[in-house]
């Protein structure tokens, strides 16, 4: 079973995997805020522009954990049908929900990239990279944007993932993971160092790779 010490181990071991993409025109998209750590390494390897890619979970009402799905830049939405179902929320709670998560994405843009705009990625390969996938609903959001905004190529690389999570990342059209255990549990399991990475951490090294 992999351990990794922190992110930023999970990252240069994550790039070991992706250093075939060195010569390609990539950019890699953190997912804020665990996944930035990761991502700022595989750029580092790659020569790569490093660029946030922010979504948010939607949690059940009680149970902010639980994903009933994920909304994200340019207004991208996925929703969990079974979770919804589970939970019994009506559509009104659901919308209350998203528009919540929309405006802390918008804060986010805002803040973590310090009023700058988004990397270009139209007709590049975007390389979307997360601490680790549970559920899978803020990656598919983000695949999601990435197409949208016209990449010509989307990477999902993850050091940990859920297998019936990945299974779901029907718009990637690669995925690269070290480790999908038929026991998953949760992401944190296989990190050492899990904290949560604060907001200024992921401004430096937005600032770094600049």
């Not at 060195?22 to 665990?34: F, I, S, T």
Request: glycine residues 8%.
């Amino acid at each position: 079973m992999w351990n990794f010490e922190d992110r930023a181990d999970a990252g240069r071991e994550l790039a070991r995997e992706l250093t075939h993409r060195a010569h390609e025109d990539c950019v890699v998209l953190g997912l804020p805020r665990g996944g930035v750590p990761v991502a700022a390494e595989v750029a580092r390897a790659l020569a790569a522009p490093l660029d946030v890619l922010i979504v948010r979970k939607v949690g059940a009402p009680g149970h902010p954990e639980v994903a009933m799905g994920a909304v994200g830049e340019d207004d991208a939405v996925v929703r969990n049908a079974g979770v919804i179902s589970i939970t019994g929320s009506d559509e009104a709670t659901l919308a209350a929900a998203e528009q919540r998560e929309r405006a802390e994405v918008e804060r986010r843009s805002r803040m973590l990239r310090e009023g700058r705009a988004a990397e270009p990625i139209e007709g590049r390969v975007a390389i979307i990279v997360d601490d680790g996938i549970a559920t899978g609903a803020t990656m598919r959001t983000a695949c999601a944007i990435a197409r949208a905004r016209g990449a010509s190529h989307v990477v999902v690389a993850v050091p940990v993932a859920a297998p019936d999570a990945l299974d779901q990342l029907t718009d990637a059209d690669e995925v690269v993971c070290l480790c999908a255990p038929r026991d998953f549990m949760a992401v944190g399991m296989y990190y050492t160092d899990f904290r949560q990475t604060p907001e200024e951490e992921v401004v430096r090294l937005l600032a770094a790779a600049r």
